[in-house]
């Protein structure tokens, strides 16, 4: 979040995003400047505490996103790949791509 040149409105249409397509993971992260980047010559306006607001908005509407999405599984069956098993469980990738 915060990546140069980044607005209000440009912010609001990637919560839109968020909220239509509804992925089941997202890795975010505050904007931060790379070596021999186009970016790195670009004008980074936005401030630390608005990029980190920012990331947090995100954060909080993908873990509504998640949860939402996890309602829908208690009783459902589904095939898994058993990756670790423990005395009573066992985990791994399932056919919902999460792991179970």
């Known amino acids: 979040m915060g990546f140069p040149g980044e607005n209000g409105i440009g912010f609001r249409r990637n919560i839109s995003l968020l909220e239509e397509v509804k992925y089941t993971g997202l890795f975010a992260f505050k904007y931060s400047p790379r070596p021999n980047t186009p970016s790195l010559a670009m004008d980074d306006a936005i401030p630390e505490e608005e990029k ?3 990331l947090a908005v995100v954060q909080e509407k993908q873990r509504e996103i998640q949860a939402a999405g996890m309602r829908r599984w208690p009783g459902k069956r589904f095939e898994v790949l058993s990756a670790e098993s423990r005395a009573a ?3 791994g990738p399932g056919t ?3 792991t179970a």
């Open 52 to 54: 980190g607001r920012r």
């Open 89 to 91: 469980s066992t985990s």
């Open 96 to 98: 919902p791509h999460r």
